[in-house]
Nanobody, 122 residues
Framework: QLQLVESGGGLAQPGGSLRLSCAAS????????IGWFRQAPGKGYEGVSC????????DYADSIKGRFTISRDNAKNTVYLQMNSLKQEDTAVYYC???????????????WGQGTQVTVSS
């Protein structure tokens, strides 16, 4: 069974950090692109970052550029999103997804995790 599982969400203070993980089971991520997306209450999906598991190329949304870093560990079949300098507007449910190309367009992705809540509040 193909599955993506996010972890690492929680409560952080403004200016704080969290690291999200996206672990795959039932398939290898080696030939996929993995994207991180978020959905704030009452809003649609926003592409945050993505990475190619093949060559490590990345892309970032302007809203998080310089604060978030995406990375991969092919041996662990896992992708990470390091989030620093968090802001209240980063509060959302964060999802990882697997697709075939580097893009921040959520509809291009085939497999999705269940999401993890990130709340930034003092």
């Amino acid at each position: 069974q193909l599955q993506l599982v996010e972890s690492g969400g929680g409560l952080a203070q403004p200016g704080g950090s969290l690291r999200l993980s996206c672990a795959a089971s039932g398939f290898t991520l080696d030939h996929y692109a993995i994207g991180w997306f978020r959905q704030a209450p009452g809003k649609g999906y926003e592409g945050v970052s993505c990475i190619s598991m093949t060559d490590g190329s990345t892309d970032y949304a302007d809203s998080i550029k310089g604060r978030f870093t995406i990375s991969r560990d092919n041996a662990k079949n896992t992708v990470y999103l390091q989030m620093n300098s968090l802001k209240q507007e980063d509060t959302a449910v964060y999802y990882c997804a697997a697709g075939r190309g580097i893009t921040l367009r959520y509809y291009e992705y085939e497999y999705w995790g269940q999401g993890t809540q990130v709340t930034v509040s003092s």
